[in-house]
């Protein structure tokens, strides 16, 4: 085994740990392209909420849709590529495209949905209807 030593302040052109983070460089870029955003759903009372952390998504850039009780959250995490004159040993940043969609209930009101963007945070609240009655039924079995 070759073992090589680097200086912590790039001495004369060399750069910090390039043996070990150049091969993390390339996947960064992979898992940049994989952006999914958390998100927590729940219930309480007259309705149902879904929260999205979104930290650096500006609005403009958030798609919500509903199409046959699937709600849809699509948009993009942009990145400024002006970083002149650093060297980045890594970055934990994401960036680039996401989608997460969510099945509603049965007794999700579509018509009542509302959407709030704040602070890096999308809140998502869905009215609940009237309570949907139970559809199984008994068969009944013939001998």
Same mark, same amino acid.
């Given at each position: 085994?070759? #073992?090589?030593?680097?200086?912590?302040?790039?001495g004369?052109?060399? #750069?910090?740990?390039?043996?070990? @983070?150049?091969?993390?460089?390339?996947?960064?870029?992979?898992?940049?392209?994989?952006?999914?955003?958390?998100?927590?759903?729940?219930?309480?009372? #007259?309705?149902? #909420?879904?929260? *999205?952390?979104?930290?650096?998504?500006g609005?403009?850039?958030?798609?919500?849709?509903l199409?046959? !009780?699937? @709600? %849809?959250?699509?948009g993009?995490?942009r990145?400024?590529?002006?970083?002149?004159?650093?060297?980045?040993?890594?970055?934990? !940043?994401?960036? %680039?495209?996401?989608? !997460?969609?969510? !099945?509603?209930?049965?007794?999700?009101?579509?018509?009542?949905?509302?959407?709030?963007?704040?602070d890096? @945070?999308?809140?998502?609240?869905?009215?609940?209807?009237?309570? *949907?009655?139970?559809?199984?039924?008994k068969?009944?079995?013939?001998?």
């Amino acid at each position: 085994m070759v #073992e090589k030593s680097y200086t912590a302040h790039g001495g004369n052109g060399t #750069e910090w740990w390039p043996g070990v @983070l150049d091969p993390l460089r390339s996947f960064g870029n992979k898992v940049a392209d994989f952006f999914t955003p958390n998100a927590d759903a729940s219930a309480k009372g #007259e309705f149902y #909420e879904i929260n *999205v952390e979104l930290p650096g998504v500006g609005e403009k850039d958030i798609d919500v849709t509903l199409h046959d !009780r699937v @709600l %849809g959250i699509k948009g993009e995490k942009r990145t400024e590529k002006k970083e002149e004159g650093k060297t980045f040993y890594f970055s934990e !940043r994401s960036y %680039g495209a996401f989608q !997460r969609t969510f !099945r509603l209930p049965e007794d999700a009101d579509e018509s009542g949905v509302e959407a709030v963007f704040k602070d890096g @945070l999308l809140n998502i609240k869905i009215a609940k209807t009237a309570a *949907v009655v139970d559809k199984a039924k008994k068969i009944k079995i013939k001998s």
